[in-house]
């Protein structure tokens, strides 16, 4: 009966089961916002952080009480996104006009239209800037937390991040340029 419900005594207090959900739920808004950060689709962002959730909650018996739940999740989430990306290149013909809708870029006129100047330069960046930037900057993990998270060493996200911030300020710095759109 692990699963029928809240496991309280008959004291009030919440059991591990709870304390798992609660945190799980609490990390929500968190992992929908680096979801959509990744891959720039709302519909897709949903449908990752709804699979990242239901794989978390079948592995809640091997996450250990007292480590870094966010990091936990966090990696789950990128773990499917990269396996997503990998098998959508491998089952997609490309077209010959070398455009597909299910490429992750959206095209400019759909980012006018759904997001910010800032979140559309976010999304020029190279991948791996883009996912550093999104946990350090956005997502708020340490260097340290972030590297784990991406399996690679601490000063290569340190890299990665201030690549990232040189390159977002370059981009927004150019698009906000009156001289340029004048042309």
């Not at 990744?38 to 952080?49: E, F, I, K, S, Y």
């Not at 739940?69 to 990128?78: C, D, Y």
């Not at 100047?117 to 708020?140: K, N």
Request: overall charge negative; some cysteine; hydrophobic content about 35%.
């Amino acid at each position: 009966m692990t699963d029928a419900g809240p496991t309280q005594n008959g004291s009030g207090e919440s059991g591990p089961e709870d304390t798992f959900r609660s945190g799980l739920l609490a990390l929500i808004p968190h992992l929908r916002a680096f979801a959509r950060g990744l891959c720039g689709r709302p519909d897709l962002a949903d449908d990752l952080v709804q699979e990242t959730v239901m794989r978390a909650w079948a592995a809640r018996e091997r996450y250990e009480a007292g480590t870094n739940m966010k990091a936990w999740t966090f990696t789950i989430l990128r773990n499917h996104f990269l396996n997503e990306v990998r098998r959508t290149n491998r089952l997609t013909d490309m077209p010959d006009s070398g455009e597909h809708p299910d490429l992750v870029a959206q095209a400019s006129q759909e980012d006018a239209v759904h997001v910010s100047d800032l979140q559309s330069a976010l999304h020029r960046l190279p991948d791996d800037r883009r996912e550093a930037l999104l946990l350090v900057g956005a997502g708020g993990f340490s260097y340290e937390e972030a590297a784990q998270v991406c399996g690679v060493p601490a000063g290569t996200i340190k890299s990665r991040v201030a690549r990232g911030r040189a390159q977002l300020m370059a981009m927004l710095a150019e698009d906000g340029d009156p001289t340029r759109q004048r042309g």
